[in-house]
């Protein structure tokens, strides 16, 4: 079982390389690794990341084949069959790090904000339910000065649900809350920035 910590500082080596243009050989999907990992999986980390399609988890980390637990929705909102996922891989695999990765210029928080504004008549009820889980953490923020710039409302609304979901996790599962309390299990937020491609860890880490 790999330590929370050890997770982390392995996946913020595997940032900086990214970041970097470094592609480590570690994580090259070989033919060796994929019959390696058809006995089992042991991820390291778990990543309730964004759907957008410019925010890979495995690739932004710079990692391979087993490496990542990845649970990917739109707007790394929180809802049962993630909390369930979460649960399976830390409960299954012995993972210990959760990591809530969102990222600047969320088309999901930038929709959910335009939508408390200006409500869409006839919304998809399957879209409707992605902005019900992202309007509690954003909706207080319209109620403030950011109101009237719009890039850092958005700035803040992104950090702002990276929390509640952290929250949510940490405190919405007696599963994960007594992992949590006696064996380990760490959760954190994180964004990636789309402009540089590094990430930054700012939730419940230390110095981050």
Do not use: K, W
């Amino acid at each position: 079982m790999i330590p929370a910590t050890v997770a982390l500082d392995r996946l913020r080596e595997g940032n900086a390389r990214f970041a970097a243009n470094i592609r480590s050989r570690d994580s090259l999907a070989t033919q060796t690794r994929r019959l390696e990992l058809t006995a089992g999986q042991r991820p390291f980390a778990i990543i309730l990341g964004c759907s957008d399609s410019r925010v890979p988890a495995e690739i932004v980390f710079d990692q391979g084949l087993g490496d990542l637990f990845v649970i990917r929705v739109a707007g790394n909102i929180v809802a049962s069959s993630q909390v369930g996922s979460v649960e399976f891989a830390a409960s299954r695999y012995g993972t210990r790090l959760v990591v809530v990765l969102g990222h600047t210029q969320c088309g999901a928080i930038l929709a959910t904000l335009e939508e408390l504004q200006q409500p869409t008549a006839g919304q998809s009820p399957n879209l409707r339910a992605i902005v019900d889980r992202l309007r509690p953490a954003v909706v207080g923020l319209l109620e403030t000065e950011l109101r009237h710039d719009l890039g850092a409302l958005v700035r803040q609304a992104v950090r702002a649900n990276i929390r509640s979901s952290v929250d949510h996790l940490r405190h919405g599962s007696p599963i994960l809350e007594r992992l949590c309390e006696e064996e380990g299990l760490v959760i954190v937020g994180a964004e990636y920035s789309l402009e540089t491609g590094v990430v930054d860890f700012f939730d419940g880490v230390s110095g981050g």
